[in-house]
C-alpha cells in the first residue's frame, strides 16, 4: 500500500497538470515498513528527455543523488517516484517497466486528459532481481482513505 | 570510505543506508562492498563482470563511468561513493498500440 497526504497526492497530480503536454517526474520520500511505502513529502525533478518529453521522462543521477542526500538529512528515505501519462491511461508502459529498477518502491502514475489529472494508480515494483521484478498495483491510502486509485474517471 | 546504498539495496547490508569500506580505488571500494555483502554482486555486475547498464555509480558529485581512470579512480578517506540505479520511463509511442503491444494502452 501507498500512503499519502492528501496535499502531497494533489501535488503529484498538479504537477502533471503544469508540465502537460510534457510528462513531469520526481522522487517520493519517506519510509517503507512491510508492506506500506508511506510518503513524507516529493520533490520535483527535472525531465532530461527534452528530446520526447510528451512521452518518455528521466532523472538525472546527479538528481537523485542530491535527494537522496536531502532526504537522509531529514531522516527520509527514497521510497517511490512518480509521472505523468499526458493524455493515456494510468497503466505502466512497456518502457516504464524495463526502465524500472528499485524494487521495493512504488511508481505512481497520474493520467493527464487535456491539460486535467485523471487517474492516478500506483504499482509496486517486487521483486529480488531484474530478472523476476514485476510491477503490481498497489491500494493508495490518502488522508486515511484506501482505494485502488483514486480521481474521476 | 563511505558508500551510500540505495533505498532497494539495504536488504543486503543489514539495512544500513551507508557502509565503511577501505581501498585505494573506486574499484577496490566496491570489490570490499560486494567481499562483504556478496549478494550485492549480481545486483551491480552482469554475469561478465560488467556494471550493470542501469546502475550508476557516482564518486563525490562525478559519475565515475565518465572519469578519465574509471573505476581505477583513486580515493580519499573523505571521498564518498554513491550507488544509484536509474530511473526513467514514459508512455507508449503511438505505433505501439497499433500492435497491442502497450501495456498502458490497454482499455
Known amino acids: 500500500m501507498l500512503k499519502v497526504s492528501d496535499p502531497v497526492y494533489e501535488a503529484m497530480r498538479q504537477h502533471g497538470e503544469e508540465t502537460y503536454p510534457h510528462e513531469c517526474c520526481g522522487v517520493m520520500l519517506g519510509r517503507s515498513e512491510d508492506a506500506v511505502n508511506a510518503v513524507t513529502e516529493v520533490v520535483r525533478a527535472g525531465n532530461t528527455r527534452t528530446d520526447s518529453a510528451h512521452n518518455r521522462y528521466h532523472i538525472a543521477p546527479q538528481e537523485l543523488i542530491r535527494i537522496q542526500r536531502q532526504g537522509r538529512e531529514k531522516g527520509l528515505d527514497i521510497v517511490g517516484f512518480y509521472h505523468s501519462h499526458p493524455d493515456h491511461p494510468a497503466q505502466w508502459s512497456p518502457t516504464d517497466f524495463a526502465e524500472a529498477h528499485w524494487l521495493g518502491c512504488s511508481y505512481v502514475i497520474t493520467a493527464v486528459e487535456k491539460g486535467a489529472a485523471r487517474q492516478t494508480n500506483s504499482f509496486r515494483l517486487t521483486g529480488h532481481t531484474e530478472e523476476t521484478k514485476k510491477f503490481e498495483p498497489e491500494p493508495i491510502s490518502v488522508t486515511g482513505q484506501n482505494t485502488p486509485g483514486l480521481g474521476p474517471e | ?107
Open chain 2, 1 to 107: 570510505m563511505k558508500i551510500f546504498i540505495p533505498t532497494p539495496l539495504r536488504v543486503y547490508t543489514e539495512k544500513q543506508d551507508a557502509v565503511e569500506v577501505a581501498g585505494t580505488t573506486v574499484a577496490e571500494a566496491l570489490s570490499a562492498l560486494t567481499m562483504k555483502y556478496p549478494d550485492f554482486q549480481k545486483h551491480l555486475y552482469t554475469g561478465e563482470g560488467k556494471l550493470r547498464s542501469f546502475v550508476n555509480v557516482y564518486l563525490n558529485d562525478e559519475d565515475v563511468r565518465y572519469l578519465p581512470e574509471g573505476d581505477k579512480t583513486p580515493v580519499k578517506d573523505q571521498d564518498t561513493l554513491s550507488i544509484i540505479p536509474s530511473i526513467a520511463g514514459g508512455c507508449c509511442r503511438t505505433g505501439d498500440r497499433a500492435f497491442g503491444a502497450c501495456c498502458c494502452c490497454r482499455d
